[in-house]
């Protein structure tokens, strides 16, 4: 019996263990890592910054690390704009998201249960692709002389190549292609689980279709919209691969100054203070989310 007891204990012990085994391996030795190298200073050597930890001048190593790097990030409004730039393309990208997903998802909820199986197999299918390839076929849909422009030429739109490559546009068209299954899934996910009989209910009171989708579904739905444009949102903030193919070089985000300071520039410490940045713009929204959500469960009744 004691044996047992124990093995009980020591599993209920080891099982919250796990993800904080988890998230210190990937998550907080990484993170120490990087804060570390933006810390440094750049070298032309390998790895290419210093000082390098060594376990018989510990004293020296930390004496010899500064934040010059943060300093340099205050200094130049480059980063700052750059930061900027990055949550209003996320921002706008998510609020089109969600315009585009949420009646993508409502369909889907109401849809007849034998056809919901398919209809999220649809939506997943072009995860089944790869994501470089996707964002390339835009490039040969968006180009002037490109799909798009023959399509629209075809049908008497338009009578000169439409200039959407290049361009924040594009980025946008980008960002909403590929983060859409992340807005749909959560969605259909909630509107799932609504009652009918409550908007059933509402109608027969006297309310509009209108009304009733904003005072019952959009309430309901909250959640999914909240999972869903977090899930879009935070990515799209350190995207790279989108606004490097279809952006132009007017178009400043953070993940771009990310890329050049660690492959074209080759200043790891620069680079690793960007990235630690970026981490903080990025926390901010989930900690904002967990209060709110923390407050809601509060008040409950």
């Not at 093995?7 to 804060?35: D, H, M, N, Q, S």
């Not at 990055?86 to 109401?110: D, E, H, K, N």
């Not at 606004?243 to 200043?267: H, V, Y």
Request: some cysteine; hydrophobic content about 55%; overall charge negative.
């Amino acid at each position: 019996m004691k044996e047992r007891s124990f093995t009980k204990r020591l599993t209920a012990g080891l099982v919250p263990a796990v993800p904080y085994l988890w998230l210190g391996v990937f998550f907080l030795v990484p993170f120490l890592i990087v804060l570390k190298i933006s810390l440094s200073d750049p070298a032309v050597a390998q790895p290419p910054y210093r000082p390098v930890f060594e376990w018989s001048d510990i004293a020296g190593f930390i004496g010899a690390l500064d934040v010059e790097n943060f300093e340099l990030l205050t200094q130049d409004d480059l980063y700052f704009r750059a930061t900027l730039s990055s949550v209003r393309i996320a921002g706008i990208s998510t609020l089109l998201l969600l315009l585009v997903g949420f009646p993508i998802a409502y369909g889907m909820a109401r849809a007849p249960e034998r056809h919901r199986s398919l209809l999220v197999a649809l939506i997943i299918l072009p995860f089944w692709t790869s994501f470089l390839i996707r964002i390339y076929a835009w490039i040969a849909i968006l180009k002037p002389e490109g799909l798009l422009t023959q399509a629209l030429t075809g049908l008497g739109v338009i009578s000169e190549p439409i200039e959407i490559l290049n361009t924040e546009w594009a980025v946008y068209i980008g960002i909403v292609y590929a983060y859409l299954p992340f807005m749909v899934l959560p969605l259909y996910a909630t509107l799932e689980k609504m009652d009918d009989t409550l908007l059933e209910a509402a109608l027969d009171l006297g309310s509009t279709p209108w009304r009733s989708f904003w005072t019952i579904t959009v309430p309901l739905a909250m959640p999914g919209i909240i999972a869903g444009s977090l899930l879009c949102f935070i990515p799209a903030v350190g995207e790279f691969v989108i606004p490097d193919l279809l952006g132009g070089s007017e178009t400043l985000m953070i993940g771009r100054q990310l890329w050049s300071e660690f492959f074209s520039n080759r200043d790891w410490p620069l680079a690793s203070a960007v990235a630690i940045l970026l981490l903080i713009v990025l926390v901010l929204p989930i900690v904002i989310y967990r209060d709110v959500e923390a407050r809601r469960l509060e008040t409950r009744p």
